[in-house]
């Protein structure tokens, strides 16, 4: 062996002994309380676990005394041969206490959802309201028992993240642990919502954490398999969704297809997030110009919903039953369209009408309904290159969801574990990749954070720009008795020329005004009153602000990568 190359090896040796001990000092010093963090994990998803199943068995229970069916599954059917007047008061009054909840323990009359968490996770250190979130829990059980056109996944996460936000505080849990909790609290109760283990894994890491790191991903993956176990002991190892027959493609020539159901998927997801958003604008315009109280506004949609389902009677609930329909290609043509269409609008006013609930599982029924109808079409075209047409619905399911959630990976495995149909994947990425490739260019990535961005918090972005939101001035600026504080003679000058900042502004404010005036500093004043002289706090210096940024967005780095 030549000196060289015995050189090589004695490094190698040394690093290898290095890693030993820094492993074996990680493992001693380390080791006990990661442990106890995974024992703390496995105890949140228990708890998560059991929330969603209670949540979900509570919402049938209530739903079957209401309408009198035993089998809430096929509701809609059961409905039709109701008297009138039951499915019209029915959604009525559970708006009606669903805006009497919301307007006596919410700041604001809004449910909250899906969007207030992933907000906490970014800015709050993994914490939500537990207030609002235990009223938001109970407006949207009650929306959901009444016949509201949502679906119960926005609930269950949010009464999840209450969980962490409780133990969280508890335990005095850091940012980051706040995080890591949070994620596991997501994830089991999405994993016991669905029996989708690996998709409510990565569902809290790809929707909620917005991350992959190798830090979170084992406690995580406790709480999911800890959520999924408490779902199967109570439905056993079941899927939600039964294909009675294996779907088939024909590949190569029927991929174009799934190509284009991906993005006409995407174009559908936009329609439903926009009719959303257009529907709680024209609700909100009419309610200020009406001087409608904000408890009625539920109620109100209550009714819209009610008439819609006395003809049509599927908008009822989640919808498992049209679902399953279109994924087994029992309906028609007419009737997909036409269930398209309802579906989207009860959808739009009962999330309008803040009657709470969330949109993954309407998207599962409006994308299985849009694969089911491509499908239609398409084989009857080409029916010598064409498959299952239900493979259509099973791939358009998946695209419409991944879309509206702007989470294509999570999607897709939880298609998989809601269908038990693993052999279709190719077809189901396809259209899953178009979908949210083109609908993320036409809102901002997903309708989570565009809830987001229409409320001023801007997290589609990234961290370069929701950071500069989590600093007051106030808490960087140098105050006027500093050593190194800016000249007060000079401060009052700039503010005489209209250069300043409040006090309770944030650097998002305060670095435009730095690139618009190229000082090196900017005076921060209180403002007590509208014709009051502003009170001299102190001053925001230039390199102060960058370096508290440059500080959060190393430190965001480092979470996300450790």
């Not at 997290?459 to 500093?482: C, E, H, I, T, W």
Request: aromatic letters at 8%; charged letters at 15%.
């Amino acid at each position: 062996m030549s000196p060289f190359q015995r050189s090589i090896l004695t490094k190698q040796l040394d690093l290898a002994v290095t890693a030993c001990r820094d492993g074996w000092h990680v493992l001693r010093h380390r080791g006990p309380s990661q442990i106890q963090f995974w024992f703390i994990a496995l105890a949140i998803g228990i708890a998560a676990g059991f929330a969603a199943l209670f949540f979900r068995k509570g919402i049938e229970a209530l739903q079957a005394w209401l309408y009198g069916t035993e089998d809430v599954q096929y509701l809609h059917s059961f409905a039709s041969s109701l008297p009138w007047y039951l499915i019209l008061i029915i959604p009525i009054i559970g708006g009606l206490v669903v805006g009497l909840i919301l307007h006596n323990f919410t700041s604001d009359g809004v449910a909250r959802s899906v969007a207030d968490v992933i907000e906490g996770a970014a800015l709050r250190d993994g914490r939500v309201s537990t207030r609002a979130g235990f009223a938001s829990a109970c407006a949207s059980f009650i929306t959901l028992s009444s016949g509201g056109s949502t679906g119960r996944e926005g609930p269950v996460v949010h009464i999840a993240a209450v969980i962490s936000t409780k133990v969280c505080r508890w335990i005095k849990a850091d940012g980051i642990t706040g995080r890591d909790l949070l994620g596991c609290a997501v994830a089991a109760a999405v994993s016991a919502s669905f029996n989708a283990p690996i998709a409510g894994a990565l569902f809290a890491l790809e929707v909620v954490l917005r991350h992959f790191a190798v830090h979170a991903f084992a406690p995580i993956v406790i709480a999911a398999v800890a959520g999924t176990i408490i779902n199967r002991l109570e439905f056993g190892d079941v899927t939600e969704f039964m294909l009675p027959e294996a779907n088939e493609l024909v590949f190569y020539q029927e991929l174009p297809a799934f190509l284009l159901l991906g993005l006409m998927c995407g174009l559908v997801a936009v329609v439903l997030m926009r009719a959303i958003f257009w529907t709680d604008d024209v609700g909100s315009a009419l309610q200020a110009r009406t001087g409608l109280p904000r408890w009625l506004r539920p109620a109100i949609a209550g009714a819209l919903l009610g008439g819609l389902a006395i003809f049509y009677p599927h908008i009822i609930g989640v919808g498992y039953e049209t679902t399953s329909m279109a994924l087994t290609g029992k309906l028609a043509l007419n009737e997909v369209v036409v269930f398209v269409v309802l579906k989207t609008a009860a959808v739009a006013i009962t999330m309008a009408g803040r009657m709470g609930g969330g949109v993954f599982s309407p998207s599962l029924m409006i994308g299985a309904l849009s694969g089911l109808g491509f499908g239609l079409v398409a084989t009857s075209i080409f029916p010598e290159v064409s498959g299952s047409v239900t493979l259509y619905a099973l791939a358009g399911m998946g695209a419409v969801a991944a879309a509206v959630l702007g989470a294509p990976i999570s999607t897709t495995l939880i298609v998989f574990e809601l269908t038990g149909d693993w052999q279709t994947g190719l077809a189901v990425m396809v259209a899953v990749s178009m979908s949210t490739a083109l609908s993320s260019r036409l809102v901002d990535r997903s309708f989570f954070l565009t809830q987001l961005e229409r409320r001023g918090v801007h997290l589609a972005a990234g961290p370069q720009a929701y950071l500069l939101a989590m600093f007051r001035v106030s808490g960087v600026m140098r105050k006027m008795n500093d050593p190194r504080a800016a000249d007060e003679t000079v401060c009052w000058e700039m503010i005489g020329e209209g250069i300043y900042v409040d006090a309770t502004a944030t650097l998002e404010v305060a670095l435009p005004i730095f690139d618009r005036t190229m000082v090196r500093f900017i005076p921060v004043v209180t403002l007590t009153g509208q014709n009051a002289a502003p009170e001299l706090r102190g001053a925001l210096f230039h390199v102060d602000a960058l370096k508290a940024y440059n500080r959060a967005l190393a430190a965001t780095a480092a979470e996300e990568h450790s």
